[in-house]
């Protein structure tokens, strides 16, 4: 069964200081991963996803991750962390099951709380 | 903005009730997917839809289902309502095809709220 997972619950920086949300997954063949961020009473928004190509994907406000097949890993990074990046992160990989091509299902890890202090 | 909206904001009904969640896709898009978001399950697939058919089934419950319309909008008809159903409920929406990359993007969500 494909899975995700976000081994920490909560990931706690100090703004300037750069930030790292661990991802890993569990997929049969090529994965579709995606990083999204939900603020609080707010939907998710998409960062960034990896489908093929450079191993670094860089997204929106300054994120970016890096995938790594050997190690199935995606996490999330930011050079800089900025109080205002606090917010809920979740992992997500494409459900590669069924076999229609017009089916995407998300498959999400549980979360990270990130917390930023000035 | 996403460009997906969905509607209530929030809703407060009383067990044994039915409820309907609404949801308007991005402008081209023609996947509507439902998620429920809960503190003990996270957030879960429930149904998939791709113009106007079904497409995924996910951990939906028998008291759920949905449906796309032609002008692709999509609701979410929740009945017999338990406490357990208290959530979260987003919708999302995506072009579909294999070769979009399939980034979903999500509407602000639906807090049901069971008593």
């Known amino acids: 069964a494909q899975s995700v997972a976000q081994p920490e619950d909560q990931v706690n920086v100090a703004e300037g200081n750069p930030l790292t949300v661990k991802c890993t997954y569990s997929v049969s063949g090529n994965p579709y991963l995606f990083w999204y961020v939900q603020y609080p009473n707010r939907g998710l928004q998409f960062l960034l996803k990896?489908?093929?190509?450079?191993?670094l994907v860089k997204g929106s406000y300054g994120f970016e991750a890096e995938f790594n097949k050997s190690q199935t890993s995606f996490h999330l990074k930011k050079p800089s962390a900025l109080v205002s990046d606090s917010a809920l992160y979740f992992c997500?990989?494409?459900?590669?099951?069924?076999?229609?091509?017009?089916?995407?299902?998300?498959?999400f890890g549980q979360g990270t709380t990130l917390q930023v202090k000035p | 903005d996403s460009g997906v909206t969905q509607t209530p904001k929030h809703l407060i009904t009383a067990t044994g009730q039915r409820v309907t969640l609404r949801c308007s896709p991005r402008?081209?898009?023609?996947?509507v997917y439902w998620y429920q978001q809960s503190l003990d399950q996270g957030l879960q697939f429930l149904i998939q839809?791709?113009?106007?058919?079904?497409?995924a089934k996910g951990n939906i419950l028998e008291r759920f289902s949905a449906q796309q319309f032609p002008d692709l909008h999509s609701e979410l008809n929740l009945s017999s309502l338990e406490l357990g159903d208290s959530a979260l409920y987003f919708c999302?929406?995506?072009?579909?095809?294999?070769?979009?990359?399939?980034?979903?993007?999500f509407g602000p969500g639906t807090r049901l709220t069971v008593t």
């Open positions: 402008s081209g898009d023609l996947s």
């Open positions: 999302a929406s995506s072009v579909g095809g294999a070769s979009q990359g399939y980034e979903q993007y």
């Open positions: 990896y489908i093929t190509g450079d191993n």
């Open positions: 839809y791709y113009n106007g058919e079904e497409r």
């Open positions: 997500a990989v494409r459900d590669m099951g069924g076999g229609s091509s017009n089916t995407g299902k998300l498959i």
